[in-house]
């Protein structure tokens, strides 16, 4: 059983092409129709929830294609490093000084 070490990791292109067409789409929707989207948003009551759930929505189709973006381009995020030893235990409980009181005296 050979282990691959420092695979080639296949680049998540049709996603990025996913996310990408999707996030074109929904700003040629909001600015094709301005005024549709005005007057909805505008309306009051519960409506004011649309334009909250828009932005998530654009957020959450934005982000995503900006990250597979920068994945086809190989730019990744750098790993923390793993703790190689294990933290000790203490045995013993370590004395806390207590406060002192302190006399001010004013004259």
Request: hydrophobic share 45%.
């Amino acid at each position: 059983m050979a282990q691959q070490y420092g695979g080639v990791k296949k680049k998540p292109v049709g996603k990025m092409m996913v996310y990408g067409v999707l996030s074109a789409a929904l700003y040629t929707v909001l600015l094709t129709n301005q005024a549709a989207v005005t007057a909805l948003f505008t309306r009051g009551a519960w409506y004011a929830l649309l334009p909250i759930a828009t932005a998530f929505a654009f957020s959450f189709v934005h982000g995503g294609f900006t990250g597979y973006f920068w994945s086809v381009l190989g730019v990744e995020a750098t790993k923390k490093a793993v703790r190689t030893r294990p933290e000790e235990k203490r045995t013993f409980d370590r004395e806390r000084p207590q406060p002192q009181p302190r006399l001010r005296a004013r004259v």
